[in-house]
């Protein structure tokens, strides 16, 4: 028993109609328990990484801290989506990243004193795009609820992410080097 392809992961077999597997972020949700998966050792390793090229690159200078900060809102926009078991949703994924660059853009073209006027107002304007996205999917309502919910939360943290080019540098150092740390403490 259970020679067949897929036997021991859990999922059914494949059908003709369509795919009625079920993901473990699925699976999660319909037991009543969170659908966020705990990514590992491995993804800690690479936000600490990460982080400490954030405090590095924020001793050079603002167009120097702009490389490790979008490669930060690349993996933001995309992971958030991968953590709650909605992989891969390509729209949410460059709906939140376009939202970021615009961030980013919108900060270095008003200045460092007008940060949090331009951050908010991208954030405003990309939770407004992220429900028009929403109310045009024909998904399930349970569906469009998560997808909603996961698109405004990426774009959200990847804008958001945007603080770092608004901060002084050794602020973004020190708050860096705190997240390398935290997250792989928490892995441990």
Not at 28 to 38: K, Y
Not at 43 to 52: I, K
Not at 54 to 68: C, F, I, N, R, S
Not at 97 to 113: C, E, I, K
């Amino acid at each position: 028993a259970g020679a067949g392809p897929g036997a021991d992961s859990g999922y059914g077999p494949a059908t003709v109609g369509g795919n009625t597997r079920v993901t473990d972020a699925q699976r999660a949700r319909a037991e009543g328990r969170s659908p966020i998966i705990d990514p590992g050792m491995q993804p800690a390793g690479l936000t600490a990484l990460l982080g400490l090229l954030l405090a590095g690159a924020a001793e050079v200078g603002t167009y120097a801290l702009l490389v490790p900060l979008v490669v930060l809102q690349a993996v933001t926009a995309a992971g958030w989506f991968r953590l709650n078991g909605m992989w891969p949703a390509r729209q949410g994924i460059a709906l939140a990243f376009a939202g970021a660059l615009v961030s980013d853009a919108a900060v270095l073209g008003a200045g460092r004193a007008h940060a949090p006027a331009a951050i908010l107002g991208t954030l405003g304007v990309w939770v407004l795009l992220s429900l028009v996205l929403q109310l045009r999917s024909h998904a399930e309502p349970d569906e469009r609820m998560y997808g909603l919910m996961a698109t405004v939360a990426s774009a959200a943290l990847a804008i958001l992410a945007t603080g770092y080019l608004g901060a002084g540098a050794d602020a973004v150092a020190v708050g860096a080097v705190a997240v390398a740390a935290a997250v792989v403490a928490r892995a441990l």
